[in-house]
Each structure stands twice: as structure tokens, then as C-alpha cells.
């Protein structure tokens, strides 16, 4: 009897050190209490990394929590511990990611995980721990083959408005369907790229809704596909009434395609947040019902949107409730949240962006699925909580990488001979659209005058130009230079950042007259026209303003031309009691024509450029005062031509 009073003291005692690992009480009251929530374990082949959410489910703040240790039925959790976690308020969660290592552990088994830890409290430091069954490798929702569902939207175009809505201040638009439902859409400033002409049809009806209530209210808005900086709200107010318990929210693609349930705000009003334009509204079923419960969409972006709608549903349902009022916290509504998100990280966001290293064309799929979960991190509140904050970081740098080195490949088949402009610059432009999603526009800093110059494509220049000089020194002349040089091959040099072109200038044609003070007169002049060079760059002209793919002749280049062309006039006169006589007066005269000009200290180099739009031959008319105080005028017709 003795040995069993003993041994129960003994039992009692233990269970008390059990409970003091984990519970600390202060001298005011206030308790904390920490404990796991669902964990999410990824990997396989013997190595698994878990990430548990860790409630505080006391009334005080825990204070530098951190896990000193981690098994996983006796195997050690590999990595650097310590792992701080920092404070922990009451109610809320933390997080720890933590990775195993070996070849004893397998997919399909349980195992038994033990976390050890310590915080403080009143500055007193305290001991914890964590123990439960952690099943090893199941199948989440973002590594399933998918399993979608198509809808039948009929369009209520009868309805149907659009409104401009500008990129800076943003706007609202409403539109109201023939059963009074009305729809306001709300877009922040600064949450488009440029400026949009927003549609919104009310869907008059949907055939083939796997909601058993029914379809209630929906829109479908365009452009389709249109992503925004911000989350953008959809408001639904319709006489179609249900509790919310029942209110399901939906979205669908292009055409229907790939309809999945979508998250409702937890409000009393029927409003969703969105990042990318397709067809929304909302539905009624008491419960998800086994069609729905089956579906899987097609991409990762809309997985992570049905299955935040289950958590979503559940808990709008329980803080609408009136026997809930007001609604008391839920910690783990956030930690299902995390857990998932966590999911989406691992499973989808990590190997799309490791699949885009390899292959380009997963970039796009990419960006949109780690934009999604970003903004959904953001708008849960998870952003700046590990290991989120490391991952968000982790993912922006891989993308910037990957999207920077996908632009350049892009910009540089552009300007190969066999280039196809018109692929590459909308792929440039879509890049620099995830950048500027991403907050990193800033690295690329030259891209208008890089799109410009991939738009433009392979570029080839005609200078045809004439110069008349008209003076007087003995008597009066009038010479005309006609210059030309045709098809030169102009090369866009990365590096500066402007074309360059050189090659021969012809002189198709000098003639002139002298004038001589009678009784003298002209004996045979001559205008002897000689070979010639030119130099030629060009500039893009960047106060031509542009926010979508351009085409050519939307390219506007300042082109600076340097001719080297020799001439010889000898000019020969006679008089009534005197022979033929020829003297020679000048030569080069129209680079000398071309210099008064051109060299005015205005442009590059001091040289005044022409501004001329790709595939449009521009003339341009010039007048000044000759060397001899006579008047100078240039005709020049300079033409940039897109050979494609």
C-alpha cells in the first residue's frame, strides 16, 4: 500500500513537471499555454519538411519563444537550432519550419513528434513542449491531378457597362442586372498598369452550377485575364437571400472553363476580393456537396482560391452567427489559413519557379501563382510573420533572377537577323509588367528605349537630300547638291543604346550657275560632284510615350547624320575682249552648306538632329545664310524603314 501511495506521488509529481513544461502561470493571473496546430509535411524518400503552427492559448504574451528541439520519433530535426520564434501574443500563432533527414522515415508511416522549447514570462524563462502523431507524405490539394469543372454563363449584355477607369486614382464602376442584383466594383489607385476600359455583363443564368441552391448573382468582367497591382472589391447586393451559412462564393475562366468556389470576406455584405478579371458571383448549397468536394482545378492560383473559400465559409458562417455575438477569436481559422499557404509555398509556388530555371515558358505560370500567394499572405495577415516574410523574400529574388535573365534572352533574339519583333516585344512587355507587380520595374531601366528598339525590328535608312545655295561675291550663283544614300544597315548597339550605321554617300547630281556682271559671261563652268561617306546614329526619341507592345511606327528616332562628300566647282569666265578663263573656288560645298546647318550646338555632338517615325518617310526643310551671306535651303527626305 505504501509502494502504491509512493508510486502515485511520484506519477502525480511527473505530471506536474509535464504540465510546467508547457503552462506558466503568473503572479497576476495571466497564463500561456502553447500548443500545435494542424502541421503540413512535405517530401519524400527521407527527407520531409514540417511546419507547424504554434498556438498560444493563454491569456499572456509568451514571451522569446524558441524551439531548442525537434524529433521525429527519435530522429533529430537537421538545421540550426535554436530557432527563434520571438513573442507570441496571446491567441495568436507562430510558426516553425523545421526538416528532417532520414532514411528510417517513410511516406506513408506516423511518427511521433516531440518540440521542446523555452520562453519568458514576467522575466521568468519557462520550458515547453509539443507532442503528436505526424503522418508522413499525403497527397495536399496542390500535388493532385486536376479535376475541373465547366459552366454554362449566360450573359445579360442588355446590361452590360463599361466606364474608363484610370490607372493613377483608380475608380468605381456598377452595374445592376434585370433582377435588380447590382454590382460595384471598386479599384484602388495605383492598382492597373495603365489606364482600362472596364466591362461588367451581368450573367443573366448559369447552366450546369454544381451549387444545389442554385446560381443568385454573378458578373463577368473584361478585359479578361486583366491583373491588378492592389485587390480590387466586388460588391453584390441581390434580392436573392440565403443564410450565410449557405452563401457560397464562385469564379470561372474564359468561357466558363475551370469554375471553382472563391472566397467571400468575412462580412455581412457579399463582397470578394480580386486580382485578375474573369466571371464572379455567388451561389447557394448548404453544403459543398460531393461534386464540388471533388473538383480540383486546373491551376495552383485557383486550388489556393477554392480551398481558402472552405475556410472562408466556415468561419464568415460562425462570426455571422447571432448566437455569436460578438464573435469570439478563432486561432485556428489563421492556422488553417498558414497551413495552407504553407502547402502552396512547398508544392506549387517552389517547383514552378524551380521548373522556370529549366524552362522558360513555366516564367508566366509562375509569377501569377507566387503573386497570388503573396497578395493572399498580405491580405491574411501572414506577410510579415516566418517563415513567410524569408519565403516572400526567397521568391521575389528567384523571380527577379529568372524574369531579368528571361528579358534579356528576349531583347537579344529580338535583335538577331531572324528576330521576330513582334513575339519578342510582347514578351518583353509582359515581363516588365511582372516586374512592375514585383515593385522591381527599377531594374530595368532601360526598357522603353529597349522595346522601342526590339518593336522597331532590323532598320534601314535612306538620306536623300538636296541643298540650294544661292549668294553673291563677284557676281550672283545658285549651285544644287543632291546627295543620296539608300538602304543603309542601321545596328542598334546595346550597350549605348542607339543605332549606328555607315557606308557610302553618292552624288547623283551638282549643277549651278554663275551670273557674271556683264559684259562678262559664264564660259563653261563646271560642278563636278566627288565620292562620299556617311556616319549615322540614331537615338529613341523617349518623350513619345507608350504603355502598350508598340508597333514600328510608333517609334520615333532622333537620327544625327555626319556626311563626308567632296565637291570642286571651277568656275570659268569670258569677256567680250578676253579669252576663257577657269579658276577653281571652292570645294566641298555641300558638307560646308550641310555644317552651317546642321552644326548649331543643338542635339548630340552639337549636330541638329532629324526626328523621324519608323516606315515614315519624313522631309524636312532647312533654310539658313551661306558662307557669302546668301541663303542656304535643304530639302532632306530621311526614311527609317522595317524591311519585315
Known amino acids: 500500500m505504501l509502494h502504491t501511495c509512493r508510486l502515485a506521488r511520484k506519477r502525480l509529481a511527473i505530471a506536474c513537471l509535464w504540465l510546467a513544461a508547457f503552462t506558466a502561470k503568473s503572479s497576476l493571473g495571466q497564463t500561456i499555454t502553447l500548443q500545435s496546430g494542424t502541421p503540413e509535411v512535405s517530401g519524400g524518400n527521407g527527407s520531409f519538411t514540417l511546419f507547424l503552427p504554434i498556438l498560444n492559448a493563454g491569456t499572456a504574451t509568451a514571451g522569446s519563444v524558441a524551439v531548442t528541439s525537434a524529433t521525429l520519433s527519435g530522429v533529430a530535426a ?62 495536399d490539394i496542390f500535388q493532385k491531378p486536376a479535376n475541373p469543372i465547366t459552366v454554362t454563363p449566360m450573359l445579360d449584355s442588355s446590361h ?13 464602376i ?29 450573367i443573366a443564368s448559369i447552366g450546369n452550377i454544381p451549387l444545389s441552391g442554385g446560381f443568385a448573382a454573378g458578373v463577368e468582367l473584361q478585359p ?28 470561372y475562366g474564359a468561357s466558363g472553363a475551370d469554375f471553382h468556389i472563391y472566397p467571400l470576406n468575412l462580412t455581412a455584405a457579399i463582397t470578394m476580393n480580386i486580382l485578375h478579371f474573369t466571371g464572379f458571383g455567388w ?75 529549366g524552362d522558360s515558358t513555366f516564367l508566366e505560370k509562375a509569377a501569377e501563382t507566387a503573386l497570388a500567394w503573396e497578395k493572399t499572405l498580405e491580405l491574411e495577415g501572414l506577410a510579415g510573420q516566418e517563415p ?12 527577379v533572377q529568372l524574369t531579368i535573365t528571361f528579358y534579356n534572352n528576349s531583347f537579344a533574339r529580338c535583335l538577331a537577323p531572324d528576330g521576330v519583333p513582334l513575339v519578342e516585344s510582347a514578351i518583353m512587355f509582359g515581363v516588365w509588367k511582372q516586374l512592375l507587380l514585383l515593385g522591381q520595374d527599377s531594374l530595368l531601366p532601360n526598357f522603353k528605349t529597349q522595346l522601342a528598339a526590339c518593336a522597331a525590328g532590323q532598320l534601314l535608312l535612306t538620306f536623300d537630300s538636296t541643298m540650294m545655295d544661292v549668294g553673291e561675291v563677284v557676281g550672283k550663283f545658285d549651285f544644287n547638291s543632291h546627295v543620296l544614300a539608300q538602304d543603309l544597315p542601321m545596328r542598334f548597339d546595346t550597350t549605348k543604346l542607339e543605332y549606328t550605321g555607315d557606308g557610302l554617300l553618292s552624288y547623283p547630281s551638282f549643277t549651278g550657275m554663275f551670273h557674271w556682271p556683264p559684259p562678262s559671261f559664264d564660259c563653261g563652268s563646271r560642278f563636278i560632284p566627288g565620292p562620299g561617306t556617311i556616319a549615322v546614329t540614331g537615338v529613341i526619341d523617349l518623350n513619345v510615350n507608350f504603355l ?97
Open 78 to 139: 537537421s538545421g540550426s537550432l535554436p530557432l527563434q520564434l520571438s513573442d507570441i501574443l496571446a491567441g495568436k500563432v507562430s510558426f516553425a519550419n523545421l526538416r528532417f533527414n532520414s532514411g528510417a522515415l517513410v511516406t506513408g508511416n506516423k511518427y511521433l513528434l516531440t518540440i521542446r522549447g523555452t520562453y519568458t514570462l514576467g522575466g521568468t524563462a519557462f520550458g515547453f513542449a509539443i507532442n503528436r502523431f505526424i503522418l508522413l507524405g499525403a497527397l
Open 548 to 644: 502598350a507592345i508598340p508597333q514600328p511606327s510608333d517609334v520615333r528616332v532622333l537620327v544625327t547624320v555626319v556626311p563626308t562628300i567632296s565637291d570642286l566647282i571651277i568656275a570659268s569666265v569670258a569677256g567680250p575682249d578676253s579669252p576663257c578663263f577657269s579658276l577653281p573656288l571652292s570645294s566641298d560645298n555641300y558638307m560646308v552648306d550641310y555644317g552651317i546647318l546642321h552644326y548649331n550646338g543643338q542635339g548630340s555632338n552639337g549636330i541638329l538632329p532629324y526626328a523621324v517615325f519608323v516606315n515614315t518617310p519624313t522631309p524636312f526643310g532647312i533654310n539658313g545664310f551661306g558662307v557669302s551671306g546668301g541663303v542656304l535651303v535643304e530639302q532632306t527626305t530621311v526614311t527609317l524603314a522595317n524591311p519585315m
Open 160 to 172: 452590360s457597362v463599361q466606364t474608363p477607369i484610370s490607372a493613377v486614382n483608380g475608380g468605381t
Open 283 to 357: 451561389g447557394m448549397a448548404p453544403s459543398l456537396g460531393s461534386t464540388l468536394e471533388a473538383v480540383i482545378a486546373l491551376k495552383a492560383e485557383q486550388r489556393l482560391e477554392q480551398q481558402i473559400a472552405q475556410l472562408t465559409e466556415q468561419e464568415r458562417a460562425r462570426q455571422l452567427d447571432p448566437n455569436n455575438q460578438p464573435p469570439s477569436d478563432n486561432p485556428q481559422y489563421l492556422e488553417n489559413i498558414a497551413t495552407l499557404l504553407q502547402q502552396a509555398y512547398r508544392d506549387a509556388v517552389q517547383p514552378l519557379l524551380d521548373a522556370a530555371v
Open 224 to 251: 479578361q485575364g486583366l491583373r491588378f497591382f492592389l485587390p480590387a472589391t466586388l460588391t453584390i447586393t441581390s434580392p436573392t437571400t440565403a443564410p450565410a451559412g449557405q452563401q457560397w462564393g464562385f469564379s
Open 388 to 399: 513567410f516574410k524569408s519565403e516572400i523574400a526567397a521568391t521575389k529574388s528567384a523571380l
Open 174 to 202: 456598377t452595374a445592376t442586372g434585370a433582377d435588380g442584383s447590382v454590382f460595384t466594383l471598386t479599384i484602388p489607385p495605383n492598382a492597373l498598369l495603365s489606364d482600362e476600359l472596364i466591362t461588367m455583363t451581368p
